[in-house]
């Protein structure tokens, strides 16, 4: 599935977008196209185990996640943006 695609999907379904790939932070902030909302894992081992225990950790926050959102985890920090 394309990235625009999965974009349009995610957001009819209500859905966050959770990937590794910045494309999908182009298409919506750069490019307009709607979205729900993306978890943007940017970290700096992809290796299973580690990003598992990243999003447990992100997670345990309680964090809400409201629509409009962009979520960076990365190693040791996460950052939040409002899609505009």
């Given at each position: ?21 910045s ?41 809400e ?20």
């Amino acid at each position: 599935m394309e990235d625009e695609e999965l974009l349009e999907r995610a957001f009819s379904e209500k859905r966050f977008v959770v990937t590794h790939d910045s494309d999908f932070g182009t298409l919506t902030v750069n490019e307009g196209k709607s979205c729900y909302g993306i978890l943007y894992l940017r970290l700096k081992t992809l290796n299973p185990n580690f990003v598992i225990q990243v999003c447990k950790n992100f997670l345990q926050l309680n964090y809400e996640f409201t629509p409009g959102l962009i979520v960076v985890l990365e190693n040791n920090r996460v950052r939040i943006r409002e899609i505009k």
